[in-house]
C-alpha cells in the first residue's frame, strides 16, 4: 500500500512539474511578447474607442503609405533573386568538391550574418559612403540596399542549400551525363527540381529578413527609399502618430505571418534525403572544376570580405589625414565636444551589461522551455515549441514598439531598463531552444531512471544528468544570446533611455553627427563591436559539434 501511494504521489509531482515545466516559458512569452502584440493590432484597429478595421484600408490608401509598402515588397523580391544567384555557386562548390580552405570559407560566411545590422551599414558606408574609401557615394540608393542585404544574407543560401546538396546522390547527376546531357542540361533537369525546395526555403528566409530590414535601410537609405519598418518607427518617434505606426505594424504582422507560413512549408519539403551516407567530396580533377571552384572562391572573398575589409581601413584613417588610433582614441573623449553625444566608453559597458542580463533571461527561459518540449507529451510541446520560435519571425521593432504601446499595465515598466535585456532575450531564446533541444532529445532514459532509482528528486536527477550533458549547448545558446544582445537595435531604438544608450544607439547618433570625427569614432565603435560579435561566434563555431549545413 506504501508503494502504490509513493507511486501515485511520484506521478503527481512529475505531473506538476512538467506543467510547471510550460507555465513558465508560457507567462512569460505571453505577457511580454503576445500581450504587447495584441495591444498593437487593437490599437491599430481601434478608432474613436471602437474596432474599425476599416482603418486599414485607411492605410492603405494613402499614396505615401503605399509607394513605402509597394517598395518594401519589390526590394525584399529583387535582394532575394539577388541573394540566390549570387549565393548558388558558392553552394555547389561546398557540396560537390573539397578544397584547401574550405573549411575557414565555410565558417567566414557565417561572418556577416551575425553581424549587428548597424555595423553592416557603417561597413558600407566605409566602403561607398560620402567618406567611403571608392570615392563614389552610393547612399540614397537602392544598389547600396541591395548590395548590402546580398552581404548579410548570403550565408542563407550557402548554408542551407550546400547541406541540401551533398545529400544529392551524384550517380543522378553521372547518370544523365552519360547519357550525353551537358552540364547545364544536367543542372537544369536533374539538379535544380531537386534543389527546389531548399532554394525555396531559404528564398523565403531571405526574403522575411530583407522585408522587414530596419537598420541597414535606416543607414544606407538616407530617408529616400523607406521600409515598413523605418516607417513604423519614423511615425512612433518622430511624428508620434501611434495610430499610423499600430496600423502598419499590423499590416507587417500579417506579412510576415505569410512568410513564416510558406517558409515552413517549404522546410518541411527539405526534411527529405537522398542518401544517409554523406561521404567526403573529391577534389576538382579537372582543369575547369578548378578554375570554376577558384573563380567562385575569388568571388566569395569578395562578397564578404570587402565591405569588412573597408570597414576596419576606414578605422584606422584619421579626421585630418594619415593613419593611426586617432579615432579609437576620441572614443573617450567625444561627449565634451557636444551634449548632443553620447558616451561611447558608456554605451560599451552597457551594451556589456544588458548583453549579459539578456543572456541570462534567454538561458533561464529557454532551457525550461527545452525540458518541457522534451519532457511533455508531443501535443503540448508542439503547441509550445510554435509559440516560443514566433519571435524569431517577429521584426525587433515591432517587439520594440509593442512595449512602448502595452507595458504600461499592471506596472508601467516602459520607463525602466531591464525592458531592454528582456527585449533582447525574446529574440534570443529560440535560439537558445533550437541549440539545447536536440541534446536534451538524446540522452537516454535509462539515465534518468537510474538516478531516481538512487533516491535522487526529479531536480537533482535533473541536475546531475541533463545539466551536465547539456553543458556545451547551453554555452552555444549563451554565445548567441549575448552576441544577439549587443548587436540589437530595432527594439532598443524605441525603449533605450538617453541615460543608458547601447553600442548600435551610439553609432547611430555618431552617424548623425556631421563632420570626420563622429564618422571616424562610429567606424571605430562599429569594428570594436563587431570584434566582440566574432568572439562569441567563434565560441559557438569552437564549442558546438560540427553540424553541417545549418546557421
Given at each position: 500500500m506504501d508503494s502504490n501511494r509513493s507511486l501515485v504521489a511520484e506521478r503527481r509531482s512529475s505531473k506538476a512539474g512538467r506543467a510547471a515545466l510550460v507555465a513558465v516559458p508560457?507567462?512569460?512569452?505571453?505577457?511580454?511578447?503576445?500581450?504587447?502584440?495584441?495591444?498593437?493590432?487593437?490599437?491599430?484597429?481601434?478608432?474613436?474607442?471602437?474596432?474599425?478595421?476599416?482603418?486599414?484600408?485607411?492605410?492603405?490608401?494613402?499614396?505615401?503609405?503605399?509607394?513605402?509598402?509597394?517598395?518594401?515588397?519589390?526590394?525584399?523580391?529583387?535582394?532575394?533573386?539577388?541573394?540566390?544567384?549570387?549565393?548558388?555557386?558558392?553552394?555547389?562548390?561546398?557540396?560537390?568538391?573539397e578544397f584547401r580552405g574550405k573549411r575557414v570559407l565555410r565558417a567566414a560566411t557565417l561572418v556577416p550574418f551575425v553581424l549587428p545590422t548597424l555595423v553592416v551599414g557603417t561597413a558600407f558606408l566605409a566602403l561607398a559612403g560620402p567618406r567611403g574609401i571608392t570615392g563614389v557615394d552610393l547612399t540614397g540608393t537602392l544598389w547600396i540596399i541591395l548590395i548590402a542585404h546580398v552581404f548579410y544574407n548570403y550565408a542563407i543560401v550557402v548554408r542551407g542549400v550546400s547541406a541540401?546538396?551533398?545529400?544529392?546522390?551524384?550517380?543522378?547527376?553521372?547518370?544523365?551525363?552519360?547519357?550525353?546531357?551537358?552540364?547545364?542540361?544536367?543542372?537544369?533537369?536533374?539538379t535544380l527540381p531537386l534543389l527546389r525546395?531548399?532554394?525555396?526555403?531559404?528564398?523565403?528566409?531571405?526574403?522575411?529578413?530583407?522585408?522587414?530590414?530596419?537598420?541597414?535601410?535606416?543607414?544606407?537609405?538616407?530617408?529616400?527609399?523607406?521600409?515598413?519598418e523605418v516607417e513604423i518607427w519614423r511615425q512612433a518617434t518622430a511624428f508620434l502618430r501611434l495610430d499610423v505606426a499600430s496600423t502598419l505594424a499590423v499590416l507587417q504582422i500579417l506579412g510576415v505571418g505569410v512568410i513564416l507560413i510558406a517558409y515552413g512549408r517549404f522546410q518541411r519539403r527539405?526534411?527529405?534525403?537522398?542518401r544517409h551516407d554523406v561521404s567526403r567530396p573529391p577534389k576538382p580533377s579537372t582543369r575547369r572544376e578548378r578554375s570554376a571552384v577558384r573563380a567562385v572562391v575569388a568571388s566569395m572573398i569578395i562578397i564578404l570580405g570587402v565591405p569588412i575589409a573597408a570597414l576596419v581601413w576606414?578605422?584606422?584613417?584619421?579626421?585630418?589625414?594619415?593613419?593611426?588610433?586617432?579615432?579609437?582614441?576620441?572614443?573617450?573623449?567625444?561627449?565634451?565636444?557636444?551634449?548632443?553625444?553620447?558616451?561611447?566608453?558608456?554605451?560599451?559597458?552597457?551594451?556589456?551589461?544588458?548583453?549579459?542580463?539578456?543572456?541570462?533571461?534567454?538561458?533561464?527561459?529557454?532551457?525550461?522551455?527545452?525540458?518541457?518540449?522534451?519532457?511533455?507529451?508531443?501535443?503540448?510541446?508542439?503547441g509550445l515549441e510554435v509559440f516560443v520560435m514566433l519571435p524569431l519571425g517577429t521584426s525587433a521593432v515591432t517587439i520594440g514598439f509593442g512595449f512602448l504601446v502595452a507595458l504600461d499595465w499592471p506596472i508601467d515598466l516602459r520607463s525602466s531598463l531591464i525592458l531592454i535585456p528582456i527585449a533582447h532575450a525574446l529574440v534570443a531564446i529560440p535560439f537558445v531552444v533550437r541549440s539545447t533541444v536536440p541534446t536534451l532529445g538524446s540522452v537516454r532514459r535509462q539515465l534518468r531512471e537510474a538516478a531516481a532509482a538512487l533516491g535522487a528528486s526529479p531536480w537533482r536527477a535533473w541536475w546531475t544528468v541533463e545539466f551536465r550533458l547539456i553543458g556545451r549547448a547551453i554555452l552555444v545558446g549563451?554565445?548567441?544570446?549575448?552576441?544577439?544582445?549587443?548587436?540589437?537595435?530595432?527594439?532598443?531604438?524605441?525603449?533605450?533611455?538617453?541615460?543608458?544608450?547601447?553600442?548600435p544607439i551610439a553609432i547611430f547618433k555618431l552617424l548623425g553627427r556631421p563632420g570626420a570625427t563622429p564618422f571616424g569614432a562610429a567606424v571605430a565603435l562599429s569594428v570594436i563591436l563587431m570584434a566582440i560579435t566574432a568572439a562569441a561566434i567563434l565560441i559557438i563555431d569552437s564549442v558546438r559539434p560540427e553540424q553541417r549545413g545549418e546557421l
Open positions: 508560457a507567462l512569460f512569452l505571453g505577457y511580454f511578447f503576445l500581450y504587447p502584440l495584441v495591444s498593437i493590432t487593437i490599437r491599430g484597429l481601434t478608432v474613436d474607442g471602437n474596432i474599425d478595421v476599416g482603418v486599414i484600408g485607411d492605410v492603405l490608401l494613402d499614396p505615401t503609405l503605399q509607394g513605402i509598402a509597394w517598395f518594401t515588397l519589390w526590394q525584399a523580391v529583387v535582394s532575394t533573386v539577388l541573394t540566390v544567384a549570387f549565393a548558388l555557386p558558392a553552394a555547389w562548390i561546398f557540396a560537390r568538391f541540401y546538396w551533398e545529400r544529392i546522390d551524384p550517380a543522378l547527376e553521372d547518370a544523365a551525363k552519360a547519357l550525353g546531357a551537358s552540364s547545364t542540361t544536367v543542372f537544369r533537369t536533374v525546395p531548399a532554394i525555396a526555403s531559404t528564398s523565403a528566409l531571405v526574403f522575411l529578413f530583407a522585408f522587414t530590414s530596419f537598420g541597414v535601410v535606416l543607414l544606407l537609405g538616407d530617408l529616400t527609399y523607406t521600409t515598413i527539405t526534411t527529405v534525403t537522398f576606414m578605422s584606422f584613417v584619421e579626421p585630418g589625414g594619415g593613419l593611426g588610433f586617432g579615432n579609437y582614441s576620441s572614443l573617450g573623449s567625444l561627449p565634451s565636444q557636444s551634449a548632443a553625444f553620447v558616451d561611447p566608453i558608456e554605451a560599451i559597458w552597457n551594451s556589456l551589461r544588458f548583453a549579459t542580463a539578456a543572456s541570462v533571461i534567454a538561458l533561464v527561459i529557454g532551457v525550461i522551455a527545452s525540458a518541457a518540449l522534451s519532457y511533455t507529451s508531443r501535443r503540448v510541446s508542439s549563451a554565445a548567441f544570446a549575448f552576441a544577439i544582445s549587443m548587436g540589437e537595435f530595432g527594439a532598443t531604438a524605441f525603449i533605450a533611455r538617453p541615460a543608458a544608450p547601447t553600442v
